[in-house]
């Protein structure tokens, strides 16, 4: 079936750094990426779309300046976050769909444990 | 926004019991899914729901889809230790899914 890997799985950086993300999809190409944020046994908060090529979509309230989305290829989408802060520590993860995977669901990515520090 | 709600929010049962998991919203979804989830691990897919009134039997596991697609619910035959976890529904609405807020399940030996 579809994987879709994410490195690192885990990051400490210090306050002030930025730290960045990535997330593959090893065997489909996939048209649209999409970044979650989850805290500890709360559901995951989609933080921004992108497509490949084009300019990421975000959600209200997610700064497009802190966490910056760059999907430049089919196969790989990439989270930097930028001057990181302790409130910034979360869960984040990638997920993925094929041109035509959205009944059939998406792949997600192992996550990152991003602690600030 | 959050359109899709879940309850419980927790739930620790003994091995062997019985449980329902309850994943309700006032709007229409295209389809419907149901994740798991284990600390530190991306959700990984259950099931896929379509059709209103639709119920699909993974071993012990039951899902169903209302009939007017609004609503969903998970139903576990005699939990064992193994299906705890954080369990998510996901309704596609306008080419996005949406998640709900979570149950936590703890099933204790």
């Known amino acids: 079936g579809a994987v879709v890997s994410q490195h690192p799985s885990r990051v400490i950086c210090k306050s002030g750094t930025s730290v960045k993300i990535e997330c593959r999809s090893l065997d489909f190409q996939a048209t649209t990426m999409f970044w979650y944020r989850q805290f500890p046994k709360q559901s995951l908060m989609l933080m921004a779309t992108?497509?490949?090529?084009?300019?990421?979509?975000?959600e209200q309230g997610v700064e497009k300046d802190k966490f910056l989305i760059n999907h430049a290829s089919l196969t790989l989408s990439t989270l930097t976050v930028t001057s990181a802060h302790p409130e910034d520590s979360s869960f984040y993860i990638c997920?993925?769909?094929?041109?035509?995977?959205?009944?059939?669901?998406?792949?997600f990515g192992s996550g990152t444990r991003l602690t600030v520090v | 926004t959050q359109l899709l709600e879940q309850s419980p929010q927790f739930l620790s049962i003994q091995e062997g019991e019985n449980l329902t998991v309850y994943c309700n919203s006032s709007s229409v979804f295209s389809s419907l899914q149901w994740y798991r989830q284990e600390p530190g691990e991306g959700p990984v897919l259950l099931v896929t729901?379509?059709?209103?009134?639709e119920v699909k039997k993974l071993k012990r596991l039951t899902f169903q889809f209302g009939d007017a697609r609004k609503d969903s619910s998970l139903h576990i035959t005699a939990a064992q230790p193994g299906d705890t976890g954080l369990y998510l529904c996901?309704?596609?609405?306008?080419?996005?899914?949406?998640f709900g807020t979570g149950t936590s399940l703890t099933v204790i030996p």
């Open positions: 996901a309704g596609l609405a306008r080419y996005q899914f949406y």
């Open positions: 997920s993925a769909i094929d041109g035509t995977g959205v009944v059939a669901g998406y792949t």
């Open positions: 729901v379509v059709t209103g009134g």
């Open positions: 992108s497509n490949e090529g084009s300019k990421a979509t975000y």
